[in-house]
């Protein structure tokens, strides 16, 4: 590599930097370079995408349902042995979401399943 030499008596010289000063660069380090690029490049494009964007936030919401839900609703009303609703009602505010056939409600249905979804990957 070559720079220049400014002192202030002689006008600028280039200068011959031996190669060995220049630490070469690790297959790691250029592989993370690319990596970072490529997801830069990625989330540039994903981020024009209305859809791609709705659907984002909607996984997002579903893992702060999977992780947060179970403080807000009980996962005994999942089993058919302690379902306290009827079939079939309709949201309410003892049901946000209803229930289904056998009386359970739908909300935490929903909250579960995500959790096993999130554990299972």
Known sequence: ???????????????????????????????????????????KTYRRSRMGMVGLVMMILFILLAVFGPLFV?????SVAFATGKPFQPPSLQWPLGTDNFGRSVLSLIVVGSRISLIVG
């Open 1 to 43: 590599m070559q720079t220049l030499d400014p002192t202030p008596s002689e006008p600028p010289v280039l200068v011959e930097e031996p190669a060995d000063l220049v630490p070469p660069k690790s297959p790691r380090r250029i592989g993370w370079a690319r990596r970072r690029r490529a997801l830069s490049a990625f989330w």
């Open 74 to 78: 009980p996962a005994r009303n999942v």
